[in-house]
Nanobody, 124 residues
Framework: QIQLVESGGGAVHTGDSLRLSCVAS????????VGWFRQTPGKEREFVAA????????GYADFAKGRFTISRNNAKNTLYLQMNSLKPDDTAVYYC?????????????????WGQGTQVTVTQ
């Protein structure tokens, strides 16, 4: 089973930036679609962004468009989420995930492997 480990979260102020990283174990990372989700207590896990096998096609939630950028480096087995212009509403635990669907997916149920999450807190 693939292992995913997120890092890069922290406490920042409105308008600041963070770059989240997700390092995958094994040799299967490059064969998977990958994505980022986030979750706030009391709410469903929410899609943030996804990228396909080649790292060429991306998709974003509406709240992420224009502010967040997903990318991957298969040689480093690493997925990234660059987050700019952060808002208090972005406060959540952010998870990376992998799916066998090579183009990625917006549906959390399509992802079979999840990281432990990294906390992002944005204050005014």
């Amino acid at each position: 089973q693939i292992q995913l480990v997120e890092s890069g979260g922290g406490a920042v102020h409105t308008g600041d930036s963070l770059r989240l990283s997700c390092v995958a174990s094994g040799r299967t990372f490059s064969r998977l679609g990958v994505g980022w989700f986030r979750q706030t207590p009391g709410k469903e896990r929410e899609f943030v962004a996804a990228v396909d096998f080649f790292g060429a096609n991306t998709g974003y939630a509406d709240f992420a468009k224009g502010r967040f950028t997903i990318s991957r480096n298969n040689a480093k087995n690493t997925l990234y989420l660059q987050m700019n212009s952060l808002k208090p509403d972005d406060t959540a635990v952010y998870y990376c995930a992998a799916t066998s669907y090579p183009k990625g997916s917006r549906n959390s149920s399509d992802y079979g492997a999840w990281g432990q999450g990294t906390q992002v807190t944005v204050t005014q």
